[in-house]
């Protein structure tokens, strides 16, 4: 019991605390395509998959797929956060979207493999070159 008294001295105590040190964030988040507005996302997509949606109407099932993967375009490829896509679509929540997005990813992996490239291509060909 002394050994435990002992280590209840303040000097062992500083010496094994953690010290806390300055440190900046740096992002190195890169966006693949920027300047992009979701309108010309949910254009394309519509082009792409064939399939005409509207992305601000709730509890439509037609318009899932098509919702999915333009949710999942700008997530990934554009850089929008969670909040940003709701404030887009408006009355959906953050858990949604990242629903969304998990559906959108597993339809693309299944039927729509190359859309990233094609989507890159389209902005490119749609976004002057400066």
């Known amino acids: 019991m002394q050994f435990v008294y ?15 040190e300055p440190w900046n964030y740096k992002p190195n988040k ?3 395509v920027s300047g ?18 509207i ?9 899932l797929n098509y919702k999915a993967i333009c949710i999942i ?18 009355n959906v929540t953050a858990s949604n979207v990242w629903q ?3 559906i959108g990813l597993n339809i693309i992996t299944k039927n729509y493999k190359n859309i990233v490239l094609d ?3 389209y902005t490119r060909a749609v976004t002057p070159s400066t």
Not at 73 to 90: A, K, P, Q, T
């Open 30 to 32: 890169s966006m693949l």
């Open 55 to 63: 992305p601000y109407v709730k509890y439509n099932r037609q318009n």
């Open 6 to 20: 002992k280590l209840h001295n303040m000097d062992i105590k500083e010496e094994t605390e953690f010290k806390s």
């Open 73 to 90: 375009l700008m997530r990934s490829i554009c850089g929008f956060s969670l909040n940003d896509i709701c404030s887009i679509l408006g």
């Open 36 to 53: 992009f507005t979701p309108e010309q996302v949910f254009e394309f997509v519509a082009k792409y998959i064939g399939q005409e949606g």
């Open 100 to 102: 969304l997005c998990e």
């Open 119 to 121: 989507f890159i291509n």
